[in-house]
């Protein structure tokens, strides 16, 4: 065999993509959290650029950067607001912070 | 002008292009000006001078539209579109912010957050749910999307020092990113399946195969996922209670009725556009978490104290109000959820607009004990209120109603009297919350007799709200001929 | 030989998931995150993809990810304490249930996905194809993307400085 199926980079996509929302539910550490959507991010990535060369076009590819670009402000953002909680509440537990439950 | 931006990209990115710039002008001046708070009122006159030339550049698209017979008119090689929907749901979006952007100066001068970068994200807000609502390429509407949502995710976290405001915006943080990587996802697959990002090779591939072929199905499943998580229908509501609560008032106004109208322009081109094939697929699952909504919304609303959770849990319910107008699926369901979105833009800011008027000094203003007598203290304010929630309720002659009826004409005329059954029960469940609301203000005993505090934007604002509340109900017509135009998709 | 690249990276890239969901402290999981990005870079450069593999690891792994271990170092992150031991009948119904789904999944893969094996070398998408896409066909998406960084950079001053 010269080359490697589209197949086998989907399901490799896939299973990324579910550890990636397993862990996100699983985990309770906020920054181990955020981690796990930059993995899930990750996975779609793969996918895409798997796609982009399974058409022969550029389309997926740019797909790709743009994702990129859009998990940088999103960590940006959302390491300010882990810093923010963390700088009220010292802790970085999600079960510990429950000052909204009903 | 070269051949990648033409004389129509640039007339369709008007309106986007305005708000980029006076947002990103917002910022400067705030930087420049001394941080004094009297100059604050130039940055909120500012804002309303960019959505008065943004408003100026919607009226001559519609202009442009009918003078010259067009439908449509599709911009940079078919990213963005310009139609009747996506006018209409631009119009929405400004009133939004300029109502928002009147109330909300007094709001942080008492809550002591009141900086300039505040105005720049409401227009830089703004300016992604142009996108959200225009745009007809994946990519485009995925950087609209993010736009929006990390605007948000910020004025969310507005309130640095309190605790709410923070653990609300990680809650939305958090779940937020977590369904827009569902979201990429499917797109994902959507290009897979199609080898392009526009919506309308991708309606073609998907009409190309069997609805249920698995693939197809995938693709299905994972965007709906992220769509539903933004217009907080059940079950991926858990963010919106929150976020509603923790964030400043008027953010959580500007959440519930901006973002969530933009999620549905986006939602309804997508169902309407490149999942039109599988409607078989989809109307199913749409009808179960419309019922959901409903039934999760106005139960847990009703044992609900606060009074910002309780409207959040009311705009869940409301969420699925719309979507049984897109299950219906025909021209009165389509007009019906225009109109119920712009009904529910100015009911709800208005809601919402007497709680911020409520909050003063020590005092927050949040509970439905805080509302309680309000009839002796600002009259007024009471009365408005009242109006608020008869029209949440959906009693006639308010607009609630107008809007409630477009949805069960229709869910009547397409045959699903089972779901309209279950929806008009609902809204007697629902009518005993919002009630619960309008005696506490009118019946209770005075807790505090001090008096409210008005500037004058609160009352510009108020006024318009409660007018157009009024004013659709009573008179329709020109509403209706408004939402008539957003059918030309 | 691309099955032989394939089957190394793809195996790396999962056990590093695992470690990065496994891992009780937060460094840990972001090397382990690291990992995934680098073996990700070099499957994106099997697949022709020069340009989005140097990216990966100048702007996600070199960027991103120092920004998220910048971030564990200050706020002196430290192992994850957790409160109680997970039923065994979660864990016992969780993972069979989560292979099992993946295994449904990769069939369905398996059977829809197009035929045809990419190899290396018959296409790259290298910085000039990007460029050109960028800058013709998405440049709308591309200049709404700089107004997305200002608002990032707006919003962790906003947030995280201590006197605005």
Known sequence: MNGVPLSWYLILSAILFALGAAGFMIRKNMITVFMCIELMLNAVNLSFVAFSRHFKTIDGQIFTFFVMVVAAAEAAVGLAIILTVFRNRSTLQVDDIDSLRL | MSQFYTQTDHFVLLPGLLLTLFGCATLLFDFWLVPEARYKKLLVGWLIAAEAFTGASLYRHTTYLADNGLTELVAFRGSLVMDGFSIFFNWVFLATAVIVALISYRYLEIEGEHHGEYYGLILLAQSGMFFLAAGTDLVTIFVGLELMAISFYVMVGFLRADRRSNEAAMKYLLLGAFSSGFLVYGFSVMYGMSGSTRLSDIAASFAARDPWDPIAFLALATTVVGLLFKISAVPFHMWAPDAYEGAPTTVTAFLSVGSKAASFAFLMRIFLGPLAASREVWEPILIGVAILSMTVGNLAAISQTNVKRLLAYSSISHAGYILLGLIAGNDTGLKGVAIYVLVYTFMNLGAFLVIVALRRENIIGEDVEDLAGLMHRGPGYAILMLIFMLSLAGIPPTAGFIGKYYIFLSLMQTGHYLVAVAAALYVAVAIYYYFRIVRSMFVSDVSEPTPLAASLGMRVAVAVSAGLTLAIGLYPEPFLQMAQTSLIR | ?164
């Open chain 3, 1 to 164: 030989m691309d099955p032989i690249l394939f089957f190394i990276f793809a195996a790396v890239a999962v056990i590093c998931a695992i470690s990065l969901i496994v891992q009780k402290h937060p460094i840990k999981s972001a090397l382990s995150l690291i990992g995934v990005m680098g073996s990700l870079a070099i499957l994106y450069l099997l697949l022709g993809a020069e340009f989005i593999a140097a990216a990966q690891l100048i702007v996600y792994a070199g960027a991103i990810m120092v920004l998220f271990v910048f971030v564990i170092m200050l706020l002196n992150a430290g192992e994850e304490k957790s409160p109680a031991r997970p039923s065994w009948f979660a864990k016992l119904l969780g993972i069979p249930l989560m292979i099992a789904l993946l295994g449904i999944l990769s069939y369905v893969i398996q059977r829809a996905a197009p035929e045809g094996s990419l190899a290396f070398g018959e296409y790259t998408g290298g910085a000039r194809e990007v460029g050109r896409a960028l800058f013709t066909t998405y440049l709308l998406p591309f200049e709404i993307t700089s107004v997305l960084i200002l608002i990032a950079i707006l919003g962790a001053v906003v947030l995280a400085k201590k006197e605005l």
